[in-house]
């Protein structure tokens, strides 16, 4: 394992990103989060006032809605939903805010691969803007394996296309466990093993990009 | 853990960051040892002898060991003892129900008001703004209201009367308008006379001479969100020299 993590650790190679908080007026935390040429909008309501139908008497009712650039959102977005809702439920603190209501709404503007990761990491940053008691961070990190069985970190839609396996993991920022695993295709358990291990080497820098972006919004204020 | 934490006031923290309770490898002889306690406010939350952050901010620190994450979050959550800018929304017997931006309407009751009595009902509309106290805020209870102190005097609280402009503005300026030294409040003393009123919710209700001038003042408040001291002082000297 420790092998691995040193092979790993020179060839972790992520596209150039970028993020800005609280961007939008309306919503109560927003962030867009681009992926090289992906991007998305993430804007979260709440607590807020909820429906009496979907109240839970001790923690909030998270909803999460994804809309696709074209047309209406179908079976791919729930699935991205649900694997979004999940995680968010892992790190946010719910039982703090009983009977009321969270809704993220992700917006994707450009799908040019690793697109769930991209949402997972739209999704963290407007959830900390929005300034919702969470017990750590978490970031998506997706990684392909070609047909020569190489790793390659956030791939493109063209090197999604040509892949063998796709994974996508959202990692924790407290002990870098895995939070939520997406997968597709063949591959065996040795190649998951050094993907998680790849990605989480990957996550650090996106948590210090987390932290130098959150340092430039309150640069104002310190 | 106690230096830890003074080491770091002012430094920005994300959740999920911790301090751990370390103890002192030395020990006192001549004074008496006397445990540290710390006080968290919003934002850090105790798990046994550790201290977590749970909001992104800055760390603040009151004397003797009071800390808390300073956040700009826009969403109002309600806390015992804060006043808060509230809409009359519904009029039902003998409580009214209050807007205040949170995450429930709250009740405020007729005879929470100064000088209510059963007979003597004050005169609430709805649509009428209040400027109110929490007297019950708990994560498990229906948030309560009154427009009294506990000697039963108003203290400035009660029903808002007409003229005036209300507006939103983040809950980060609100706090930074009503610490006690407040820059930007002595900055705007010096442009026009005016009644300024804050919710602790974000709101805020300016009324001057004239719509002028309330407007004038209510921009003025709006963009301090966005500026350093040295810009915001510039802006007010070019208004006060008559720019606008």
Redesign the interface.
């Known amino acids: 394992m420790a092998v691995m993590e040193a092979r790993c650790s020179s060839s972790v190679m992520l596209r150039e990103f970028a993020c800005e908080q609280?961007f939008l007026s309306q919503p109560?935390?927003s962030a867009s989060f681009v992926h090289g040429d992906t991007s998305v909008y993430a804007g979260v309501y709440?607590?807020?006032?909820?429906k009496v139908s979907k109240e839970i008497y001790d923690r909030a009712t998270l909803e999460v809605l994804i809309q696709p650039k074209v047309g209406l959102p179908g079976v791919r977005e729930r699935s991205q939903e649900q694997c979004v809702r999940e995680t968010c439920e892992a790190?946010l603190?719910l039982s703090?805010?009983?009977?009321?209501?969270l809704t993220l709404i992700l917006q994707v503007l450009h799908d040019d691969g690793s697109l769930l990761s991209c949402l997972l990491n739209a999704a963290c940053m407007s959830l900390?803007?929005?300034?919702?008691?969470?017990?750590?961070?978490f970031c998506g990190v997706t990684c392909a394996i070609d047909a020569d069985g190489q790793i390659i970190t956030d791939p493109t839609a063209a090197q999604e296309k040509e892949s063998r396996a796709l994974m996508t993991f959202a990692i924790?920022?407290?002990k870098h466990n895995v939070l939520m695993t997406s997968t597709k295709g063949s591959f065996s358990v040795n190649e998951l093993q050094q993907c998680i291990a790849v990605s989480q080497k990957a996550s650090e820098k996106l948590f210090q990009f987390?932290?130098d972006s959150?340092?430039r919004?309150?640069s104002?204020?310190? | 853990m106690l230096s830890t934490l003074k080491r770091r006031v002012?430094e920005?923290l994300?959740?999920?960051d911790e301090f751990s309770y370390d103890g002192d490898d030395t020990i006192s002889l001549t004074e008496p040892v006397r445990p540290e306690k710390v006080l968290c406010g919003p934002?850090l939350?105790r798990s046994g002898d550790r201290l977590?952050v749970?909001?992104?901010?800055?760390l603040r620190h009151k004397q003797p060991n009071v800390f808390w994450m300073?956040?700009?979050?826009?969403?109002y959550?309600h806390a015992k003892g804060e006043t808060v800018i509230g809409i009359v929304t519904v009029k039902s017997g003998d409580v009214f129900k209050v807007d205040f931006g949170?995450?429930?309407?709250a009740s405020l009751s007729y005879l929470a008001f100064e000088g209510a009595t059963k007979r003597n009902r004050p005169n609430v509309q709805v649509g009428d703004l209040v400027f109110a106290q929490f007297i019950v805020a708990n994560?498990?209870m229906e948030p309560e209201l009154a427009c009294i102190g506990s000697s039963g005097r108003a203290n400035g609280m009660g029903v808002f009367g007409g003229g005036g402009l209300l507006f939103r503005v983040s809950l980060?300026l609100v706090r930074?308008l009503l610490s006690p030294h407040s820059e930007v409040r002595s900055d705007l003393e010096q442009l026009f006379p005016c009644e300024l009123v804050i919710g602790m919710n974000g709101r805020l209700w300016v009324r001057s001479s004239s719509v002028h001038q309330t407007l004038v003042i209510a921009n003025l408040l709006q963009s301090c969100e966005?500026?350093?001291p040295l810009q915001r002082r510039e802006l007010f000297t070019r208004v006060q020299q008559g720019a606008l």
């Open positions: 609280n109560d935390g709440g607590p807020a006032e909820v790190s603190l703090l805010h009983p009977r009321s209501s900390m803007d929005a300034g919702l008691p969470m017990s750590c961070l924790d920022s407290k987390y932290r959150v340092r919004r309150y104002k204020t310190l | 002012g920005v994300l959740p999920g934002g939350r977590l749970c909001k992104s901010g800055v300073d956040c700009q979050q826009k969403r959550v949170g995450s429930e309407q994560k498990d980060g930074r966005s500026m350093t």
